[in-house]
């Protein structure tokens, strides 16, 4: 089972990034997916989460209307649609699965599986 994140990298303020998150191993469509981020010296975040069926939700409010979790279970990828970003969005960016099928997964917890992560550093 993995999940392995890309897509990260250096933008100005008001820019834009994709995130993808490849996986491999398990029944990616069954699973809630979440996308996490940890930026220096602060605790992780959990950004958004996308269930089996498609339902969606922004978790970090900092990032809402700004930010859009989605997937395509054909090619067993999740993404992290960014734009508008702010300084405070650098961070590591994590891809998760969820422990249970199934399952609407909701906190650090109830995620298994993690990714190394994928820098995303916004700065002028």
């Known amino acids: 089972v993995q999940v392995v994140e890309s897509g990260g990298g250096l933008t100005q303020p008001g820019g834009s990034l994709r995130l993808s998150c490849v996986t491999s191993g398990f029944t990616f469509s069954t699973y809630t997916m979440g996308w996490f981020r940890q930026a220096p010296g602060k605790e992780r975040e959990r950004v958004a989460r996308i269930s089996w069926s498609g339902n969606k939700i922004i978790d970090a409010d900092s990032v809402t209307g700004r930010f859009t979790i989605s997937r395509d279970n054909a090619k067993n990828t999740l993404y992290l649609q960014m734009k508008s970003l702010k300084p405070e969005d650098t961070a590591l960016y994590y891809c998760?699965?969820?422990?249970?099928?199934?399952?609407?997964?909701?906190?650090?917890?109830?995620?298994?599986?993690w990714g190394e992560g994928t820098q995303v550093t916004v700065s002028s």
């Open positions: 998760a699965k969820a422990r249970r099928p199934t399952h609407w997964a909701q906190y650090a917890s109830d995620f298994d599986v």
